[in-house]
């Protein structure tokens, strides 16, 4: 009989000289499992030429990746509350670097494709368990300024991803982009093992069982939604159909489970807390939108404006670094002003953003859709960090790695559907075949619709955030 009666991963809180070196490390992991992904981008011209293969075979080194964070965020959320989150994420950490050291050292693109998703693996422990680890180490009045840091990094590796990629191509080849992530990874492994506190110690006998059926069904569920919303590039199809009807089916299965099982993987309670609920589907939401911006924005910026490659990524950085500048200054704001009222204060910015970008001419010139953006990235930083200190807070001690999982699923589910069906709508906003070749008043108009539908998308989110504010004043 164990004497500990706290769930395993959950710890005191370290003294303050303590935390100031637990938050690096777990920023560090925020960063490595953005730049996982941003940095493989610019990597897929190259790789058609070293493995000699298709485009479209090679793009799964980023799918590959994406997918495996996508499937399996929320099982490793909740392995993290019932087995201990340090020990997880340590595990999560040298997968991530073992995967990276795999992926350079990869002779076939199917090995590298292998490798890739083990990486996505060790990216999802990341990102799952990395902000779960704020409420374990940080007190409730600080919760804002760590959510701000992480969202910071997150912002920074996105940002970095194609520079740094680029510059390590050119200068030592491909297999660099990969091993960069060696160094970093011995850090944060470093720093999380001294600096992070131990789990506590439960009993096999006491500790829940997991939920291995749910978790099956659930990551086959969603990569069923996410194969029908990447598959065919951007033009459904009857196989797309097929997985979408397959997602549906697996989502009325996953319920059906889900409540007959002792330990469900997603508990019911969960959904019935209503600022978690909200959270979840806002994050969802106000990512979708901004994933309009990078994926609409270089076409528009291409078929409206004329710019080249390069004026294109100067451009499409600015919002990037709007979100590593702002990132750090939202979450003092949301430690002095309260979650809800900065949730709605972000999700305002991005609205007045998104509608500036919906009602763009593009005779306006460069200016005219850079200073929209950056409103927009501006508001998305503080929703951010407001929406994650809120949903968090409200979670169990016991259930904060599942929680901080279904935030980022939401997250991940946001990036894959804005980049399907806003790309969709820009295409059919444009009424051209060929969206590489459109007029300027064609882009602008496959722009409008675009941001048009992304500007009700936001308007939803408001609405909750307005109801949890209104709430959260009742409240008090």
């Excluded at 941003?38 to 990597?43: E, G, N, T």
């Excluded at 990078?294 to 919002?319: C, Q």
């Excluded at 709605?344 to 919906?358: D, E, K, P, S, T």
């Excluded at 200190?389 to 904060?400: F, G, L, N, Y």
Aim: hydrophobic fraction near 55%; proline fraction near 4%; include cysteine.
């Amino acid at each position: 009989m164990s004497l500990a009666l706290e769930p395993a991963g959950l710890a005191t809180p370290p003294a303050t000289s303590r935390f100031r070196w637990a938050l690096p490390g777990l920023a560090l992991t925020m960063l490595l499992s953005s730049l996982g992904t941003s940095i493989a981008h610019v990597s897929l011209p190259t790789l058609v030429r070293v493995f000699d293969s298709s485009f479209q075979a090679v793009q799964w080194v980023v799918l590959a990746y994406l997918l495996a964070i996508t499937t399996m965020i929320v099982s490793v959320g909740r392995l993290g509350d019932l087995f201990g989150r340090r020990r997880l994420l340590l595990a999560g950490i040298g997968a991530f670097s073992a995967a990276s050291l795999a992926c350079a050292l990869a002779g076939e693109l199917w090995l590298l494709l292998a490798a890739r998703a083990l990486q996505g693996f060790g990216a999802a422990v990341m990102l799952a368990l990395g902000m779960a680890f704020v409420g374990d180490t940080v007190g409730r009045e600080r919760s804002g300024r760590a959510m701000g840091l992480l969202g910071t990094m997150s912002a920074v590796g996105t940002a970095l991803g194609p520079t740094l990629g680029g510059t390590l191509i050119a200068a030592f080849g491909w297999r660099a982009i990969f091993l960069i992530n060696l160094p970093l990874g011995v850090l944060a492994m470093a720093l999380v093992w001294r600096h992070l506190p131990l789990d506590r110690v439960t009993a096999s006998t006491n500790r829940p069982a997991f939920d291995w059926r749910g978790s099956l069904l659930l990551a086959s569920t969603l990569a069923a939604y996410a194969l029908a919303m990447t598959l065919g590039g951007g033009r459904a199809g009857p196989l797309n159909a097929t997985l979408l009807g397959a997602a549906v089916v697996g989502v009325g299965l996953f319920v059906r489970v889900e409540s007959r099982v002792a330990a469900p993987l997603l508990q019911p309670a969960l959904f019935q807390d209503r600022r978690i609920r909200h959270g979840v589907i806002m994050s969802g939401l106000a990512t979708t939108v901004a994933m309009t911006t990078l994926v609409v924005g270089p076409f528009y910026l291409s078929g409206a404006l004329a710019l080249d490659a390069a004026h294109i990524g100067l451009v499409m950085s600015a919002g990037p670094l709007v979100a590593a500048v702002v990132g750090v200054p939202a979450g003092r704001a949301v430690d002095r002003f309260g979650a809800a009222r900065i949730a709605v204060a972000g999700l305002l910015a991005m609205l007045i953003g998104c509608i500036g970008l919906g009602t763009i001419s593009f005779r306006l010139g460069a200016w005219a859709y850079i200073v929209p953006l950056v409103t927009f990235t501006a508001g998305f930083a503080l929703f951010q960090a407001a929406n994650n200190t809120a949903v968090m807070a409200d979670s169990k001690a016991d259930q904060r790695g599942v929680v901080s999982g279904l935030l980022n699923l939401s997250r991940n589910l946001g990036l894959i559907t804005g980049a399907s069906v806003m790309g969709a709508l820009y295409a059919l906003g444009t009424a051209t075949a060929d969206i590489t070749r459109v007029t300027p008043a064609a882009a602008s108009n496959g722009m409008h619709l675009a941001f048009g539908v992304a500007t009700g998308l936001l308007c939803i989110a408001l609405a909750l955030a307005r109801r949890g504010r209104d709430a959260a004043t009742a409240d008090a």
